[in-house]
């Protein structure tokens, strides 16, 4: 009886764990679409975007996020909500990798419903950089899930790409599209 139930948690843990997609999943999903090229008007980035995304950006948020852009498909509301946030941060921490780690605690210690599903490093151009991925869940299940890139810029400052889907039959696709643009990111 104990070595059925056993079983039976191991095969329950394989289903539930199994339904949840990787960083690299999401990064080598094949997508094919339109492209624009956007250059920041602080004039420090560009990025390739999907052609018809719209795109909003601030010069200056507070003292520690100096530059902000957001994109996203122009009918992004609803169940198929995908989202770009591109912010260049002023270092509160000292180092990129404090500023990580302490930046995904407070995300999770702010948010009663947020998990993280994991951290590793992506490749952008010949530089790997530290990336958590997150998931919104209610009871239990993912609705949302959000991956951020930390990139470092100069000694005081860095950028972070927050991609953000919700969870649906669209999830890798959209980030497909998300992960093409990021590896597109190039300073000036």
């Not at 997508?31 to 004039?43: E, W």
């Not at 921490?93 to 995904?104: A, V």
């Given at each position: 009886m104990k070595k059925s139930l056993g079983i039976l948690f191991l095969l329950f843990i394989l289903i539930a764990c199994g339904d949840e997609n990787s960083i690299d999943e999401y990064a080598n999903a094949k997508?094919?679409?339109?492209?624009?090229?956007?250059?920041?008007?602080?004039?420090q980035f560009s990025i390739m975007l999907p052609t018809g995304w719209r795109r909003s950006e601030s010069?200056?948020?507070?003292?520690?996020?100096?530059?902000?852009?957001?994109s996203g498909p122009k009918d992004a509301l609803g169940e198929n909500f995908t989202y770009l946030f591109i912010?260049?941060?002023k270092f509160t921490?000292?180092?990129?990798?404090?500023?990580?780690?302490?930046?995904?605690q407070k995300?999770?210690?702010?948010?009663?419903n947020l998990r993280l599903l994991g951290k590793s490093t992506i490749k952008i151009g010949k530089r790997n950089f530290k990336t958590a991925h997150l998931a919104y869940h209610i009871d239990r299940e993912?609705?949302?899930?959000?991956?951020?890139?930390?990139?470092?810029?100069?000694?005081?400052h860095y950028y972070i790409i927050h991609m953000f889907s919700e969870r649906n039959e669209h999830?890798?696709?959209?980030?497909?599209?998300?992960?093409?643009?990021?590896r597109s990111f190039k300073f000036k």
């Open positions: 997508v094919i679409f339109k492209k624009s090229l956007f250059t920041a008007s602080n004039n010069p200056t948020e507070s003292d520690t996020i100096l530059y902000s852009m957001e912010g260049k941060m921490y000292g180092t990129i990798d404090t500023e990580f780690d302490l930046s995904i995300i999770m210690n702010s948010t009663s993912n609705t949302q899930e959000i991956i951020e890139i930390f990139i470092p810029y100069g000694k005081n999830i890798k696709g959209n980030f497909g599209i998300l992960f093409a643009c990021a």
